[in-house]
């Protein structure tokens, strides 16, 4: 192997390109059981369509939903839970008119829900089969009424179609995860109300179903504002399991009588936030065994929990992250992924922890890059009052290149989004990109992230816009400090709430160089008055209500202080994000244009809030590397992104 030649950090040449990141990328998730395993792939060299996949009997994974067909819901805009399948028939909810398909092998889809009084008017997300009464049970979210919000419903319908569907449960704000016992007599499933968000506050609903299908007695068996249930379960012999944080963590409960018992009572996490419909962290394998999966330090483990005695039995697996579990007797199937594993559909085996890949995310072969692939290492660091953040961070790695002596690497500090949320330490070619060429990279678990409890989660409460800034700028002066990084070239980036954190830390801060922010934040005001239901009072808690604490909301909106701003800022924005809409970037390219500052915008017809499509992934990260070269470059080295392909 010939000696590594010598270049600055940050202009090395890398074989993770934009165009093997984006030709051999797709999303996997949503793992379903039925005789076959089936999942659900969104390609993004299909402008971005999702189709439910199954594993074929020779072990190939097959197309089940045609072209012509996205598999998509948009049940709070972030959807998911969108198909199901039973008998081999599958059900999905379709991307361009959210209604339900019913797709039979060798057959064409035919719809079954009517179509909506205006274009997406009627959604649909989370169904299951109640196959007694031929029929499935899904959440509703109805943009038709003419009222201020759309409403959401739990709501039935034939197999099908000969009937329109007809509404189960109603009043409150939101609906999920209506889940049917195994004798079909009782229905459970989640609500919730405004200003919660499910990860604030759900209640767990019980309710007999009688001789027509209708909900009657229903009651309240757990959950309230101050506590967030997630994921009711059956199991096989019709006992009522579900994730609780009432102790402070999301642990395992089942229904005994009114009294909810614990299973694995741990200071972990087996819940996660439920922006998205349908997750899963545990599965039954037998009618008297459970296998679960929880977080703890940064990684997730699994485990067996013989639910007769409670002992628990440890699952050998070296996957990280975990979700989207199911299980039978013999197996658990997820999606997982590792340090050294992309994320993909896998199936292991219970007893000796033999994992096999059923599909990759990635196409390509992780071995030829090695040398070229940082190791993540988990980082804690003091923040403001006494307190201890925590984040991933990656050193630069190319076998190829090294710097010269005395030169220390830039920084790009990643936010996730969510807020709520975190990033884990799974194998990333968006992560490898930038560190392949010379830049170091640290992802922030700033105060407010899950994984870590919920009196961490709580610390954003009402600190949006301060505690996040204070951990990102804290985690970055603690590298530089530390002599690890470059402080002098520092950049932050990030998308939708991580845009915004972007966005504070580049107007009210003096720390970071530069900075990319994708579909993010810079109007509070706008976002509470233009964002969907979903989350349309999230800020309540993030900030505070709205209009009474206008000040804070103003305060803390980078768009009134951009007077501040001092540095180049690059702007990816997708043209349909009803999330946030693209007037939030506008506003911040105008005041950067009128101050003569270097600005970068890019807005993609057809996007939404997060780009699916494989152009203009490509076109955005290519975009934001040659911004990079010129503004964090140690001898401002310009050149030509092509030439790190």
Known sequence: MPEPSIAPYGSWASPITSDLIVA????????????????????????????????????????????????????????????????????????????????????????????????????????????????????????????????????????????????????????????????????????????????????????????????????????????????????????????????????????????????????????????????????????????????????TALAQIDLDTLAVTPVASDFTEISSLRADADHVYFRGAAPARFAAIVRLRLRSGEATILKSSNAAEVAPFEGYLARPEAIAFPTENGLTAYGIFYAPANRDFRAPAGELPPLIVGTHGGPTGSVSASLDWGTQYWTSRGFAVLAVNYGGSTGYGRAYRERLRGQWGVVDVDDCVNGARHLAASGRVDGKRMAIRGGSAGGYTTMCALTFRDVFATGASYYGISDLEALARDTHKFESRYLDGLIGPYPARRDLYEARSPVHFTERLQVPIAIFQGAEDAVVPPSQAEAIVAALEAKSLPCLYLSFDGEQHGFRRAPNIKRALDAELYFYALFLSRTRLIFAVEENR
């Open 24 to 299: 051999s990328s797709i999303g996997v998730g949503d793992v379903q059981l039925d005789g076959a395993v089936y999942w659900l792939e969104t390609r993004p060299q299909e402008q971005g369509r999702a189709v439910v996949v199954r594993l074929g009997s020779g072990g190939v994974p097959e197309d089940v939903t045609p072209s012509g067909f996205n598999v998509r819901s948009r049940v709070h805009d972030y959807g998911a839970g969108a198909y199901l399948v039973d008998g081999g028939i599958v059900y999905f909810c379709n991307d361009a008119d959210q209604r339900i398909y019913r797709h039979q092998p060798g057959g064409a889809p035919v719809a079954i829900t009517p179509p909506p009084l205006r274009p997406r008017g009627l959604r649909y997300a989370d169904g299951i089969l109640d196959r007694a009464r031929g029929r499935m049970i899904w959440v509703r979210e109805d943009h038709t009424t003419g009222a201020a919000e759309a409403v959401n419903t739990l709501v039935d319908m034939p197999l099908d179609g000969s009937r329109p569907p007809r509404v189960l449960a109603s009043g409150n704000d939101f609906y999920a995860a209506p889940r049917l016992s195994p004798d079909g007599a009782r229905l459970a499933w989640l609500e919730w109300h405004h200003p919660n968000m499910p990860w604030d506050g759900t209640e767990l609903w019980v309710g007999g179903l009688t001789a027509d299908g209708t909900v009657a007695d229903k009651r309240k068996v757990a959950g309230g504002d101050a506590e967030s249930v997630f994921q009711p379960e059956w199991s096989p012999d019709g006992v009522l399991h579900f994730i609780s944080d009432r102790t402070g963590w999301w642990n395992l409960y089942r229904l005994a009588g009114d009294a909810a018992q614990p299973l694995y009572p741990l200071e972990a996490e087996f819940g996660s936030p439920q922006w998205t419909f349908r997750q899963s962290r545990y599965a039954f394998a037998a009618a008297r065994r459970l296998v679960c999966s929880f977080s703890r330090d940064g990684a």
